[in-house]
């Protein structure tokens, strides 16, 4: 899929968000952002069904690699501990360039009910990856969804933390997401 | 607001609910919906902003319930103790005419992939009312955003197997989402 114009799909994405920003997101089309990105409106509709899927675009790379990672986990290791080899896994896919815009992202879906609806199924699809994969690892049903739901919590805010946070030596947003991870198991001990 | 046309409300949550059943959610319009209901599009446009905020049309009650009931639980309960407090007081609030309309609501949000999204933020809120609540009690952050998660799980599967399930003696939803917050405590156990 397009790899005669290479970098289209994150010139796209970058485009978009910074259009997002500039007008809003009611107030941009898909052939401003087609414009901006320097390329024609068929390549977008290449890439993307539409506007709204351009900003959840990694959503199913995510959900893979989060499964692969709980699927591959040692056979001995716990759920929060497959959980974890799937957060790690996801991780490496953000790079520098999902960090610089994030904070652009999160202002275009805090002014957009319509993103926040979108963005709020993403993060049950990918809960829903991970339950699935615990499930295959033989994880009884509810502790399954417990797990997934907890890899969320953590996914969001170790992100939110890394695309916010100083540009220290903890860099990588594995790191983040998997210190978030250790505070949750720690709080759930307290949950009473 | 409607007091002039008792039950308009709940009429026009029924009809929308057998007409998206019946034509599906896209083909459904506020004037259908009116019109089955026995109401004008007006009564409708007081009642609701759109034809998808109907089917989360609780979301605020229970937000508030949920709320409440963390508020006002004993100052020494546990964090859990606060949210099934909660819980209990918004379950509530839904009564036969949800248990019997609730699988057709589920599919027609299984049918629409925009009452999917709709029906995510609800999720997303639920937990965010709870978590706020929680940490109005001086619950840590991430404790409070972990039993917030916990609430909306229980609540959820609570939820579908009381409206799966057969009508026997435990018949109260609260009954049902108080022993899937029991469950998943004690899965938290052996999350690893």
């Not at 968000?17 to 401003?32: H, I, N, P, R, S």
């Not at 319509?114 to 994880?139: H, N, P, W, Y």
Request: aromatic share 6%; net charge negative.
């Amino acid at each position: 899929m397009g790899r005669w114009e290479p970098g289209a799909r994150e010139r796209l994405v970058v485009a978009a968000v910074d259009l997002f920003t500039e007008q809003g997101y009611d107030a941009t089309t898909v052939a401003q952002i087609a414009e901006r990105a320097g390329v024609t409106k068929s390549t977008f509709f290449r890439h993307f069904p539409d506007k709204r899927e351009l900003l959840v675009a990694g959503q199913e790379t995510l959900s893979r690699l989060l499964a692969e990672g709980i699927v591959e986990a040692p056979d001995d290791a716990s759920p929060l501990e497959a959980v974890a080899a799937g957060l790690e896994r996801a991780s490496s896919a953000m790079g520098s360039m999902n960090r610089d815009l994030a904070p652009r992202l999160k202002a275009a879906v805090a002014a957009s009910a319509e993103l926040q609806e979108r963005d709020a199924l993403k993060s049950v699809s990918l809960a829903a990856a991970m339950t699935t994969a615990l499930i295959a690892r033989g994880v009884p049903d509810t502790t399954a969804a417990l797990a997934g739901e907890l890899g969320v919590l953590a996914f969001k805010r170790g992100y939110a933390e890394w695309s916010e946070g100083e540009r220290d030596g903890k860099d990588e947003l594995a790191a983040y997401v998997l210190a978030a991870l250790d505070e949750l198991r720690a709080a759930s001990a307290s949950l009473g």
